[in-house]
């Protein structure tokens, strides 16, 4: 990367933030801001599969682009799904329109586990080219590479699709520890090599999408998760790469997901930022938490409700501003362009 371009990236309100540094304004990105809720994206992704679209860097560099054109977010999130690393080595896997990923032979014994291999670079070479263009096209905007996290992972391996409430995942972690523990071990080699070659290829930041994880309790978390979610961020840490960490409905967790060892922790609608902040305690920036459903409503509340998210992410050491999850696919892309408008605006410093 030549030097310039890497002041800016660094010198950037987005990376400012997740380092808990002074910001010219609040930065704003929304997660899931690539994808369905955007006609171009539906256009492009006709007749293409979902994984098909993930392993062609031109498409990806371009859906990855299409929302930071549109709204002027302060980052860009890399396209990819959480399950492009597991299918990279040898899963049988695929990812049903309007279902989600569904794994032809779910995992739930030695053998199965024991075949999870470790991911290598040239396991996703097409994943290094589309950051590197991307790093390019995007001229200074950071781009967070990202990754599912260990728990969300093995709930699509073991019940073999979504699930509501994870019970043979469960199942498994309270009743076979120790296969448990080497299943999330598995999961968290193949994690980190896919982080690290996001973040090696110029990746700016990377997130860590543990989305069902809140269906855990916190001294649970502590024995069956932690462990492997400190060994993800651990593994990091040379790569000098701000690291977020997100879940949904963990209000109850947000303490011992402090001690993780992220650098920002992404908070879902249900929290206030100012309570997250002292639940997750202090050396963290704090991520969102806009409930994405409020941008089905008209904009006065969207407006009112942004404010509101603002004032209280003014308590935390850093905030960047998000969803409290995921882009909901019948939301109007105009809404998020006055939002993104409207955060940068009264957010001057
Ligand atoms: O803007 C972005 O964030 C794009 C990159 C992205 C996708 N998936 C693209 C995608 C990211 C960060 C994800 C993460 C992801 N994937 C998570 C964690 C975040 C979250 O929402 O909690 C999870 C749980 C998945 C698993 C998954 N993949 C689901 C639940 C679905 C939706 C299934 C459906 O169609 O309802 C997918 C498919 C998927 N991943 C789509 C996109 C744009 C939709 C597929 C399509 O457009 O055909």
Redesign the pocket.
């Known amino acids: 990367m030549n030097p310039q371009l890497a002041d800016s990236l660094a010198d950037s309100a987005f990376l400012r933030a997740c380092r808990r540094e002074p910001v010219p304004h609040t930065p704003v990105w929304?997660?899931?801001?690539?994808?369905?809720s955007l006609p171009e994206?539906?256009r492009l992704?006709e007749g293409i599969?979902?994984l098909t679209?993930?392993a062609t860097p031109d498409l990806v560099v371009e859906?990855?682009m299409q929302?930071v054109r549109r709204y002027g977010t302060d980052a860009a999130?890399?396209?990819?799904?959480?399950?492009v690393p597991l299918k990279a080595i040898g899963v049988d896997l695929d990812?049903?329109?309007?279902?989600?990923?569904v794994v032809g032979s779910p995992i739930r014994d030695h053998a199965a586990v024991a075949a999870l291999r470790p991911l290598e670079p040239t396991d996703v070479p097409y994943v290094t080219e589309a950051v590197q263009a991307l790093v390019k096209e995007l001229d200074g905007t950071p781009l967070i590479g990202?990754a599912?996290g260990p728990f969300?992972l093995a709930s699509?391996l073991i019940e073999g699709g979504?699930s509501k409430n994870h019970d043979r995942t469960k199942a498994m972690m309270y009743g076979e520890p120790d296969l448990w523990h080497e299943l999330m071990e598995r999961l968290t080699a193949i994690t980190l090599g896919f982080l690290r070659v996001q973040a090696t290829a110029g990746a700016s930041a990377v997130?860590l999408?543990d989305?069902?994880v809140g269906a855990v309790a916190p001294a649970d978390y502590r024995t069956y998760v932690l462990p492997h979610t400190r060994a993800i961020f651990a593994g990091l840490a040379d790569l000098g790469v701000p690291r977020i960490h997100?879940g949904?409905g963990t209000g109850e967790l947000l303490g011992v997901m402090g001690e993780a060892g992220a650098d920002v922790v992404g908070v879902d609608w249900r929290v206030p930022l100012d309570e997250a902040a002292l639940r997750v305690g202090a050396g963290k920036a704090l991520q969102g938490n806009l409930d994405p459903a409020i941008l089905l409503a008209p904009w006065e509340v969207v407006g009112e409700r942004a404010r509101d998210v603002l004032e209280r992410g003014r308590v935390a050491e850093g905030h960047v501003f998000n969803l409290g999850?995921?882009?909901l696919?019948s939301t109007d892309p105009d809404q998020l362009a006055r939002l993104t408008d409207l955060v940068h605006e009264i957010s001057v410093r």
Do not use: E, L
Request: net charge positive.
């Open positions: 929304y997660m899931r801001q690539a994808g369905r994206y539906r992704r599969p979902m679209a993930c859906i990855t929302p999130i890399f396209f990819s799904d959480i399950v990812i049903k329109p309007g279902v989600g990923p990202f599912g969300t699509y979504p997130q999408f989305s069902w997100f949904v999850h995921g882009v696919p």
